[in-house]
């Protein structure tokens, strides 16, 4: 399986802006569609951004779209979350995911807490 490490989230004000990064090591990142979810305490982990391997499918959830972009650098094996405009209800631990025929493997999270 690949192995993921997100980082960047943190705590920011309503209206804010903070860009997660989630590096890949195992194997070959490229053959990989990539990911973020997140989960709220109480809630359902729930999608929020994917992007095809080559980047140029990416997919969102309604509730962030316009304000999150997915992007991928291949040669660097992260793939990114900008998140822009932040909401209160956008405060979640962001999961990274990478998925394949036969592989679908989670990182350790990272909080994100927006302040209002």
Known sequence: QVQLVESGGGLVQAGGSLRLSCAASGRTFSNYGMGWFRQAPG?????????????????????????????RDNAKNTVYLQMNSLKPEDTAVYYCNARRVGDNSWGQGTQVTVSS
């Not at 499918?57 to 972009?69: C, E, I, L, N």
Request: net charge positive; hydrophobic share 40%.
């Open 43 to 71: 809630k359902e982990r729930e999608f929020v951004a994917a992007i095809s391997w080559s980047g140029v499918g990416t997919y969102y959830a309604d509730s962030v779209k316009g304000r999150f972009t997915i992007s």
